[in-house]
């Protein structure tokens, strides 16, 4: 009888040669845009994946989608406490996905909101592909495409963004799938109707790209076939809707579409976002809003301030038009007047279109540059125009940028969280029994480490704000044993009464990091104490 093991043994029936052939083939196939793409794309995720657990500091929205990720898959539902429709879920779903790759959950030499960042550098990879596919599409020369990926993954604002666990980084891959699927070459309909499919993945991951969706429209326009436009426009705008319906049909399906006594509603969140307290205007000086803008441009003034000044003269440019128009209409929210509220993260989706921006700009100044010029005898000239143009540029930028990309490759800004989760697991007993209060992004350490998720280890602001969780602490503050004083936790503890309690009546019995703002405290509770 001939067992597998036999076969095995046996000379390959496949003729010598084949297997190295079929190899060259797809080697050749790949072409010196897909090398391009690939070798530029290595060195964002050789920067992005250094020190990735070290810097920035872990923040709460990070704990926040992490725990809401656990929460899917330990099937507790769509977060460990009452989802209330705050954000669309498929942010958080693609992370649970993505954090379930090998050896993620294993580690415990960081604090794991920081060791689950891995899970990102697929996202960023899949996204700077994307970028220079986009890139090429639109009519940018390979240089320039690839002048665009690093400009997107390299900048410091993008090193310190892209590797936080954001539910914007989701968005940017779907919605650089649907920019390369509205301008495929081939202008075929089931390209543009993925390209609808891609954008409503893309609004479910965060509602806020929606806003470059008449950029992404006007791409769609110009490379759909004039004898099918209609039936182009017709499959997109029917599979973006087909995606963004089911948001609201969930809703609708479990009674949580309007609101009523008793349960959270779809409509009351977006009420809340629509109706939250503001960060000020831009052009407010000390306004929240102005401080979250002077923040991205302390981290990088280059890419924000020149992928912007560049979209304005693009728009004159047919095939760049749609990437400068979703500049402006993202820098129009930012601009806007009123008191909206500006989040920190906001820029994440500006940055492939400012990378485009600029490199697009890069690149018709070069061809301005060659045309200037006489060609008689002066080919030298011109290109000494472009080389002198290109270090300037250089040099201008890169000092400012290996500054910051040396501290988030060099930095460890979570040694403190990592020192407070160490200490926690070697000093609390008897976790299982035990009611502590943390910030988000400490959650996720201490369900792993045997702490009871929802009731044992407890977000801090739900302590006030969630009826479900007040119900459980019918002494109030009383009835939790530590609560671990972060940056986070004192910002606002005014409006959160029992919060403030259980600092008020608490002692220090471990501290960490250097400085008093940036310092973490585990606090006991002393029950005994006079209210």
């Not at 399906?253 to 009523?260: A, R, T």
Request: proline letters at 7%; glycine letters at 8%; hydrophobic letters at 50%.
């Amino acid at each position: 009888m001939t067992t597998l093991l036999d076969t095995a043994s046996r000379a390959p029936i496949t003729p010598p040669g084949v297997r190295p052939t079929l190899l060259k083939h797809s080697l050749r196939r790949i072409g010196p845009d897909g090398w391009t793409a690939v070798a530029v794309t290595a060195v964002v995720l050789v920067v992005q994946g250094w020190n990735i657990a070290g810097f920035p500091a872990v923040s709460d929205d990070e704990g926040t989608y992490l725990a809401q990720a656990w929460a899917v898959q330990h099937h507790r539902g769509l977060a460990p406490y009452t989802y209330w429709y705050d954000h669309p879920p498929l942010g958080w779903l693609q992370l649970a996905v993505l954090s379930w790759l090998p050896g993620l959950f294993a580690s415990s030499a960081h604090v794991l909101t920081a060791e689950l960042r891995i899970a990102m550098l697929p996202v960023t990879a899949g996204g700077a592909l994307l970028l220079h596919l986009l890139g090429r599409r639109i009519g940018l020369s390979r240089w320039a495409a690839a002048l665009a990926v690093l400009l997107f993954g390299l900048s410091p604002l993008a090193v310190g963004l892209q590797r936080e666990l954001f539910l914007d980084n989701f968005a940017v891959l779907w919605i650089l799938a649907a920019f390369v699927l509205a301008a495929s070459p081939r202008k075929h309909l089931w390209h543009h109707v993925a390209a609808g499919l891609c954008a409503g993945v893309a609004v479910l991951s965060k509602e806020t790209v929606a806003v470059v969706l008449p950029a992404l429209l006007l791409l769609l326009w110009q490379h759909c076939d004039r004898t099918t436009r209609k039936f182009s426009l017709v499959g997109f705008t029917a599979a973006l809707a087909l995606v963004g319906l089911g948001y609201p049909m969930y809703a609708a399906l479990k009674g949580e579409l309007f609101p009523g006594p008793g349960h959270v509603s779809l409509l009351g969140g977006l009420l809340f976002q629509l109706q939250r307290e503001g960060s000020g205007s831009v052009l407010t000086s000390g306004s929240g809003s102005r401080r979250v803008l002077e923040s991205w441009l302390y981290y990088d003034r280059v890419l924000i301030l020149g992928g912007l000044a560049a979209a304005l003269p693009l728009l004159g440019a047919r095939r760049l038009r749609a990437v400068a128009l979703a500049v402006l209409l993202l820098a129009a929210v930012v601009l806007r007047p009123g008191a909206g509220y500006l989040p920190a993260m906001y820029v994440i989706q500006a940055l492939p279109f400012l990378a485009l921006s600029l490199a697009g700009l890069a690149q018709l100044g070069a061809r301005l540059a060659l045309h200037a010029v006489p060609r008689l005898g002066l080919r030298p000239l011109r290109w000494g125009v472009l080389v002198l143009a290109a270090a300037l540029a250089a040099g201008w930028t890169l000092p400012r940028w290996y500054a910051g990309d040396r501290t988030a490759l060099t930095v460890d800004a979570n040694a403190p969280y990592d020192a407070a989760a160490r200490w926690i697991r070697a000093n609390v007993p008897d976790p299982a029994h035990t009611r502590i209060t943390v910030d988000d992004a400490l959650w996720p350490d201490l369900v792993r480490d045997g702490f009871e998720p929802g009731s044992g280890v407890i977000w801090f602001y739900k302590v006030d704000l969630d009826p479900a969780v007040s119900r459980t602490l019918p002494q109030g503050w009383r009835s939790l044993d530590y609560i671990v004083s972060t940056p986070i936790v004192r910002q606002d503890p005014g409006a959160l009464p029992t919060v403030r309690a259980a600092l008020a009546h608490s002692v220090v019995v471990a501290s960490f990091g250097d400085s008093a703002a940036d310092r973490i405290e585990i606090r006991r509770i002393v029950k005994d104490a006079s209210p």
